[in-house]
């Protein structure tokens, strides 16, 4: 008895050194291959990694679904909004032609672009769907420039992991990766369905990132900001989402 | 629920399930036998709080918005399949409830993922062990003589009046356990897992055909909806017979493993004695 116990107890022992080193190793090979979301830290890190680390290695290059123009919901719906800000209604008032989008961070050329030099892009569209992790969702037909065009304009640096994209509304921000962020249907979206991008969609500029949830598709886009830390932004969660209790990656 | 509820053993049961060379070694008083293996044990109990965890986060997840739609998409502004007759955490949604319940979205997602990584390798382990320690073969698959129409439907008779079970199902499952376990472990797990994936923008950009093939996005969620509730029966049912079988005893035999008579004789010598 005493016998079985020793070994059990040396046996014991050495598996869960190798268990400890194991995951100090797993946990080493996660980082340097960017498979840690933001918001790893806490009580659903586990999860959230596991989630993060798989979606990164099963589908970095895959294609949102797209869809046929007879499948576009009639109406696209039209989330609450808050009451827009002073700065949205003057540029609104004049027709938005003063609308920005600044680009800076490790970039080597910061810019600033107006609307019509987004529009002077080749323009893309994409007929996708857009969930919302309530549980609803619409197809649309969404129009724009690929970030990713914008992003290789200015020179986007080497050392550079994330972009980071505010709306002119206050504390709603939100993050990519640079996988999500040079992906081809991550679009600066100011069209919709043939038209304008509506303000109750977003317009006059949303960041469309269609494979994530809604949220991580931030509607009235003025900045961006490449970096290779999210540590220093906002709690350094990542993005607003998890500052108010919603996970980063919203792949799922 | 006194002693009385203890499954009194007969000398020459068997005691085949786990220990069959101990089964002469045994004395007839002190019956003392491993009923569950410690991996189904200790998995039974993770898969048990991960599927509360599922359950209550997945309920405050559809409040947020109670309707269920077939196809691609649906919304607040198409015709759902139905909609539950409950209040919801978004004022978006009509319910005919004066109210808006509070949002509790946020950790209920983190959640109930966490739970679900958890659960499905879990899952996984108690799976494909299973098929090296004979489990499926031995456990689970129904036994030839069950399969007869006659033996189906006694067991059916048995369960509709329930009856307390015979000694000998103290030691193995029935034909009626066996394929409700075997419908939940093959059929409704990987359907719920299948559902759940299929709802995943970012999964199913990879892998299109898991969704394509349910019907769309929604027609997963609804799916999913639907498992989630044969999952809670299988629950319930599952609970009822426990009771009925004798609360107490099942309840040792998944924790400690063991099915004991009332007059063992305790302790760690019989114990030994069997792990020999």
């Not at chain 1, 869960?16 to 918001?39: F, H, I, Q, R, S």
């Not at chain 2, 569950?36 to 044990?41: G, Q």
């Amino acid at each position: 008895m005493k016998d079985i116990s020793r070994r059990k107890l040396i046996l014991g022992g050495l598996a869960a050194t190798a268990g400890v080193a194991g995951l100090c190793v797993a946990a080493n090979l996660a980082e340097k291959y960017g498979l840690v979301p933001p918001d790893h830290g806490g009580i659903y890190g586990l999860g959230e990694t596991l989630t993060y680390a798989s979606q990164r290695l099963l589908t970095r290059h895959s294609l949102a679904r797209e869809f046929p123009r007879g499948q576009i919901s009639k109406r696209p719906v039209e989330n609450e909004l808050a009451p827009p800000p002073e700065a949205f209604k003057r540029l609104q008032a004049g027709g938005f032609a003063d609308w920005r989008l600044s680009v800076d961070g490790m970039v080597d050329h910061p810019a600033s672009f107006s609307l019509d030099q987004l529009r002077s892009y080749p323009s893309r569209s994409q007929i996708t769907i857009l969930a919302c992790e309530e549980g609803w969702s619409y197809i649309a037909e969404w129009i724009g420039v690929p970030l990713s065009h914008v992003l290789e304009s200015v020179g986007i640096q080497p050392q550079a992991r994330y972009v980071v994209y505010f709306s002119i509304e206050p504390d709603w921000w939100e993050s990519i990766d640079m996988a999500d962020a040079l992906h081809p249907q991550t679009f600066l979206a100011y069209g919709m369905n043939g038209g304008e991008l509506s303000i109750a969609n977003g317009g006059p500029l949303r960041l469309r990132v269609p494979r994530q949830l809604g949220y991580k598709s931030v509607k009235f886009v003025t900045h961006i900001t490449v970096t290779d830390s999210l540590k220093k932004f906002g709690k350094g969660l990542g993005s607003a989402a998890p500052e108010g209790g919603y996970s980063w990656y919203a792949g799922i | 629920m006194g002693e009385s509820e203890f499954v009194e053993l007969p000398p020459e049961a068997p005691l085949a399930v786990s220990v069959p060379s101990s089964a002469s070694a045994v004395p007839e008083t002190a019956v003392v036998a491993l009923r569950h293996s410690a991996l189904v044990r200790v998995t039974h109990w993770i898969a048990t709080l991960c599927f509360f965890a599922l359950l209550v986060t997945g309920i405050e997840i559809v409040i947020s918005h109670p309707r269920f739609y077939w196809g691609e998409t649906g919304n607040i502004l198409t015709t759902p399949l139905f909609q539950l007759p409950i209040p919801s955490s978004r004022a978006l949604v009509k319910t005919g409830y004066g109210y808006v319940l509070p949002d509790q979205n946020g950790w209920s997602r983190y959640l109930h993922f966490q739970a679900a990584w958890i659960v499905v390798l879990t899952g996984l382990l108690y799976v494909i062990s299973g098929f090296f320690t004979g489990h499926w073969r031995k456990d689970l698959l129904p036994r030839k003589a069950d399969l007869s129409w006659r033996a189906f439907s006694a067991a059916i008779a048995s369960h509709v009046r329930f009856a307390r079970p015979s000694t000998d199902e103290a030691w193995s499952y029935n034909v009626l356990q066996r394929l409700s376990y075997l419908i939940v472990v093959f059929i409704l797990f990987p359907l719920v897992i299948w559902t759940g994936l299929a709802m995943s923008l970012s999964f199913v950009s990879a892998f299109p055909a898991s969704v394509t093939l349910l019907g769309g996005e929604q027609s997963a969620r609804t799916i999913h909806f639907f498992v989630s509730i044969a999952l809670v029966l299988f629950l319930v049912v599952h609970v009822v017979m426990i009771c009925v079988a004798g609360f107490r005893s099942r309840m040792r035999a998944m924790i400690t493993g063991r099915v004991t008579t009332e007059n063992m004789t305790a302790g760690p010598a019989a114990a030994q004695k069997e792990r020999t």
